[in-house]
C-alpha cells in the first residue's frame, strides 16, 4: 500500500517507475529479507539474467564480505544490493569493476557529506574515516573472458551508533550519525544507479585512465605507509598508486615495487 510508507521505506512501485527506461535497474528484484543480494544477483546470473539487473533487499540473514566475513544487514535503514554487469573486458580487468563502483558511490555521498568521503583500497567507502559502505565484486569466469560480474553495494544509511554490533562500533558509520538527518534509501539508491551507469560507460568507452585519475584524488593512501594483510602475509611499504589493473602498487624495503591485487590495507600513523 503506497500510502501507508512512510518516506524512510521503499516505495516499490516508484522505484521501478523511475528506473525503468535505464540500463541499470531494467529488471528489479526486491526481498524484504533475503540471505545476500549477491547470492540472489548469482542464481540470476547463471540464470541468464541481463546486464543492469537489480536485486534490493530491506534485510539480508547472511550479508557477505570478503573472504567469509559477514555484513551487518538489519532491517529498514541501510541499502543493500547487487548489479548483474555483462562487460566486454578481459578477465584480468575484472577488478576495474569494484574501483569504478567506489567512485560511483563516493561522488553520490559526497552529496550528502561534502569533502569527507574517501576511498581505501581495495573498496572501502570512509566517511569522517569510518565505514561507509562496502563493495562486494563477484566474477563468473569463462576462460579469458567474464561471464558476468555481480557487483553488491552496502550503504550505512540510517542505522544508529546504537544499532551496530560492537565489533563494528569504532570502525563502522552511517549517514545519520555524521550528517544527523535521516536519508531517503530510494532517493540514494536512484542517485546510485544513475551514477553507476555513467561511470560504468566511461570505463566501457573511454577505458580505465579517468576512474584511476579519480580513484587517486579521493584516497588519502597514496604516498603513505600502508600495510596490507592478506591471509598469512604481510606487506609493508609506501603506497605509490594502483595499476590498470586495480592493483595496489607499493615500494617495499630496498625500493622494490610490489602489486598486490588482494588483502586490507591501513595505513600506518
Ligand atoms: C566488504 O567486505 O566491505 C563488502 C561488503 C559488501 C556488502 C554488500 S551488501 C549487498 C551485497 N550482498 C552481500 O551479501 N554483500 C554485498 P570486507 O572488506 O570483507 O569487510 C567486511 C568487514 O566489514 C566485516 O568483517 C566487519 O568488520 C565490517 N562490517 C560488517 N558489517 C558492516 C557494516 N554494516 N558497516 C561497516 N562495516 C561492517
Not at 121 to 147: F, M, R, Y
Not at 242 to 253: H, N, V
Request: hydrophobic fraction near 40%.
Amino acid at each position: 500500500m503506497p500510502g501507508s510508507l512512510s518516506s524512510m521505506d521503499w516505495n516499490l512501485e516508484e522505484l521501478k517507475e523511475r528506473l525503468s527506461g535505464k540500463h541499470f535497474g531494467r529488471q528489479l528484484h526486491y526481498y524484504s529479507k533475503t540471505d545476500s543480494t549477491n547470492d540472489k544477483a548469482f542464481a540470476l546470473g547463471i540464470a541468464g539474467a541481463p546486464e543492469g539487473t537489480v536485486v534490493i533487499a530491506d534485510r539480508q540473514s547472511r550479508g557477505k564480505g570478503r573472504l567469509q566475513r559477514s555484513w551487518h544487514s538489519p532491517p529498514g535503514v541501510n541499502i543493500y544490493t547487487s548489479l548483474i554487469l555483462r562487460p566486454r573486458i578481459a578477465s584480468s580487468e575484472a577488478a576495474r569493476i569494484p574501483i569504478m563502483a567506489g567512485i560511483a558511490v563516493a561522488e553520490v555521498l559526497d552529496k550528502y557529506y561534502p569533502s569527507k568521503i574517501k576511498l581505501k583500497w581495495p573498496n572501502d567507502v570512509l566517511l569522517n574515516n569510518k565505514k561507509v559502505c562496502g563493495i562486494l565484486s563477484q566474477a563468473k569466469i569463462a576462460g579469458k573472458e567474464i561471464d558476468f560480474i555481480v557487483l553488491g553495494i552496502g550503504i550505512n544509511v540510517n542505522i544508529k551508533h546504537n544499532e551496530l554490533p560492537l565489533e563494528i562500533c569504532d570502525s563502522a558509520t552511517s549517514l545519520i550519525m555524521e550528517t544527523g538527518r535521516e536519508i531517503s534509501r530510494q532517493e540514494l539508491i536512484i542517485s546510485l544507479y544513475e551514477n553507476l551507469e555513467k561511470w560504468y560507460k566511461q570505463l566501457l568507452q573511454k577505458g580505465f585512465i579517468r576512474i584511476k585519475q579519480k580513484w587517486l584524488e579521493l584516497t588519502p593512501m597514496i604516498g603513505q605507509n600502508v600495510q596490507v594483510i592478506f591471509k598469512d602475509e604481510m606487506i609493508e611499504g609506501k603506497a605509490t598508486g594502483i595499476d590498470d589493473g586495480g592493483s595496489l602498487i607499493i615500494l617495499a624495503e630496498g625500493n622494490k615495487e610490489i602489486k598486490i591485487s588482494a588483502g586490507d590495507a591501513t595505513i600506518k600513523r
